[in-house]
């Protein structure tokens, strides 16, 4: 899934290098698949976050959206225009989206980012999407002559999620979401839709996909094994199956205990006390209709995980809090939690 999506960006990015659109950068596996707690195995679906860059002559500036969103924070990106004069000076082939004339630009250029993918000023999330869906036919269609397989693009308007079938082998599912990283930290801005009913298309949410990756790494990467609470997460979504309403809450407990725990109790033979433990701990959450998230406000996240200030500085967040405030929905986590 790595290779054919790198196979993918590299042709796709000498498609667009002297273009208007968005700079691709490398693809950064995320997810279950790569973090190796999928219950599906081969049949997962592979996500990919691909991270956005400006193009010449373009800058992306982040606006935070709404405050006190929770849980997850929203940000718009503005699309502003720098000077390349100089550039065009010096003999490249660069028109200055500031200052040339429209009428020089009209007739010497394509249409700009800001007439192709964005809402006003503001980057779409959708029309990015469907450049990228365009851009990944054409590739396919320059790759007809290579063993690489049928290609299927399935529906989406904030990502990009296609199946690759090759012949005599499963069917390769990969969904592609399109990121803008705060800064040098390990947190991004996503197209992947929020929580809420509605996100609009120029809102990209805040996203901490990489940043759990590297947790996951950092940890298995000190000789300190994590393989125990991976067998853990996988059998809890196992046996959540399709339902997934508490995923990403046992994965948030992981993450507490992987940092909260002794590493002395990280081996095998402790399964199933690490299994009732997150089990114990889930239990507890519901009953206080407390969980915190793990990277906003968390003084127990390795320093080598990279966090913007804000983060760090930020009061604790409650991924339970609706709980608190709505008895109906309360009773429905308590209900799967029996189950469970």
Not at 95 to 116: D, I, K, M, Y
Not at 145 to 163: D, I, M, Y
Not at 220 to 240: D, E, F, K, M, P
């Amino acid at each position: 899934a790595e290779d054919l999506m790198l196979a993918f960006i590299r042709h796709v990015a000498r498609t667009t290098s002297s273009s208007v659109f968005p700079v691709l950068q490398s693809p950064i596996g995320v997810g279950s698949a790569f973090e190796g707690w999928s219950p599906l195995g081969d049949d997962s679906t592979f996500c990919f976050l691909v991270p956005l860059k400006a193009p010449q002559g373009h800058t992306f500036h982040l606006e935070p959206g709404t405050a006190g969103e929770v849980p997850a924070r929203n940000f718009c990106i503005r699309v502003g225009l720098l000077c390349t004069c100089v550039a065009e000076q010096q003999g490249e082939e660069t028109a200055c989206f500031l200052h040339g004339s429209e009428e020089e630009l009209r007739s010497n250029v394509a249409p700009g980012l800001l007439q192709t993918l964005c809402s006003g000023s503001y980057l779409d999330v959708e029309k990015t999407a469907c450049w990228f869906q365009q851009k990944l036919k054409e590739v396919w269609r320059a790759l007809l002559q290579s063993p690489v397989g049928a290609l299927t693009v399935l529906p989406s308007s904030r990502s990009c999620k296609f199946q690759v079938t090759r012949e005599g082998q499963r069917s390769l599912s990969v969904e592609v979401n399109f990121g803008m990283q705060e800064g040098d930290s390990d947190i991004f801005l996503s197209s992947q839709a929020s929580e809420a009913t509605f996100t609009p298309s120029t809102m990209w949410p805040e996203s901490y996909a990489v940043a759990e990756l590297n947790l996951f790494r950092h940890v298995g990467g000190q000789g300190l094994s994590n393989s125990v609470y991976i067998r853990c997460l996988r059998t809890c979504a196992r046996i959540l199956g399709s339902t997934n309403d508490f995923t990403y809450n046992f994965k948030t407990i992981v993450m507490h205990l992987l940092t909260t725990r002794s590493p002395r109790s990280r081996s095998m033979r402790f399964y199933r006390f690490h299994l009732v433990d997150i089990m114990w701990c889930l239990w507890q959450s519901l009953k206080e209709k407390c969980l915190n998230h793990f990277f906003i406000g968390n003084k127990h996240v390795p320093k080598e995980i990279i966090l913007p200030p804000d983060l760090q500085g930020a009061e604790p967040v409650n991924l339970f809090q609706h709980l608190a405030h709505d008895p109906a929905a309360h009773d429905k986590a308590w209900g799967t939690f029996n189950v469970l």
